[in-house]
């Protein structure tokens, strides 16, 4: 599976972008996807994720309340919206495919086989 990130750019604090994450080679309905970010000088950590089959989120607090992650199916896309956006959401953002199939998202990064090659994110205050 190749992911390919899109939608990052340059946004003023209190905007809006949709990062989408597409997957091609084959579908990735069967996994868990996350997105990850990291910020100059700081480790990759975990922003937000989807189980297999859509059912459950999970988000980091700092996002919590301006972030959505959502996927679409048909597409082989998972987007995740963001909102309300602050200068510490400054960062590279990565979407990844869990390894195992018919499970839920997780923080670790290990458990993820399949990585895009990241979409920056910048905001300015």
């Known amino acids: 599976v190749q992911l390919v990130e899109s939608g990052g750019g340059l946004v003023q604090a209190g905007g809006s972008l949709r990062l989408s994450c597409a997957a091609s080679?084959?579908?990735?309905?069967?996994?868990?996807v996350s997105w990850f970010r990291q910020a100059p000088g700081k480790d990759r950590e975990f922003v937000a994720g989807i189980s297999w089959n859509g059912r459950t989120t999970n988000y980091a607090d700092s996002v919590k309340g301006r972030f959505t992650i959502s996927r679409e199916y048909t597409k082989n896309t998972v987007y995740l919206q963001m909102n309300s956006l602050k200068p510490e959401d400054t960062a590279v953002y990565y979407c990844?495919?869990?390894?195992?199939?018919?499970?839920?998202?997780?923080?670790?990064?290990?458990?993820?086989?399949?990585w895009g090659q990241g979409t920056q994110v910048t905001v300015s205050s």
């Open positions: 990844a495919a869990d390894r195992q199939v018919y499970g839920s998202s997780h923080t670790m990064e290990a458990g993820y086989e399949y």
């Open positions: 080679g084959r579908t990735f309905s069967s996994n868990a």
